[in-house]
């Protein structure tokens, strides 16, 4: 649940309620579920793996090897845990601007959300994993940027258009609903 494999790739929709808890809950209990996050990435890539598992679990071997690498919890966790801190702060900074309760502050710091955990997740990649990688996709370092660069304009940029939207449409229902608002503010 929460993952949508797409040949070397999973495509992530579970950020999302890491996301609506990173603003109307706090970065505390958006950065808990976002850990939560990260573990079912783990669990995910250790007991299903993709071609790709090895960037998230360090049970899954690097392309040729016979082990994995203890720096695929970085990757797994780290990214994930941002997810349920930043979109807060975003919405924060945005509502210095934005006096009332905008749809807009919800729809960008989904998007912000959203693209924190793309951009996090890869740039680790690049950074901890990028021979392996260019291996399982059979190019040289320069086709990695390219792929790279691709998932982030099309998977990425999808992702994160899909989460402003949802955010956007629960946050403002649930912060409408007045017993729900009123239970949001006596947690924070």
């Known amino acids: 649940m929460g993952y949508i494999q797409l040949g070397l790739i999973k495509a992530t929709i579970i950020h999302v309620p890491v996301i609506i808890a990173s603003i109307l809950l706090g970065p505390k209990r958006g950065a808990i579920l976002g850990f939560v996050f990260g573990l079912t990435s783990f669990i995910s890539n250790t007991t299903a793996p993709v071609v790709s598992s090895f960037v998230f679990t360090p049970f899954a071997n690097l392309p040729g090897e016979t082990h994995g690498s203890l720096l695929a919890l970085i990757t797994c966790f780290v990214p994930r845990i941002m997810v349920g801190v930043v979109p807060f702060y975003v919405y924060q900074l ?34 901890l994993f990028k021979d392996a990688y260019a291996k399982i996709n059979q190019v040289n370092t320069t086709g990695l940027y390219k792929i790279i660069g691709g998932i982030i304009f099309t998977n990425g940029i999808i992702e994160a ?23 949001i503010e006596e947690l924070n």
Request: with cysteine; aromatic share 4%; proline share 0%.
């Open 94 to 127: 945005l509502a210095r601007f934005m006096k009332e309760k905008n749809i807009v502050r919800y729809v960008i710091s989904g998007i912000i959300g959203s693209l924190t955990n793309t951009i996090l997740v890869l740039g680790s990649i690049l950074l």
């Open 161 to 183: 258009i899909v989460a402003g939207v949802i955010v956007s449409l629960v946050c403002r229902s649930l912060m409408s609903n007045r017993k729900i608002e009123k239970m």
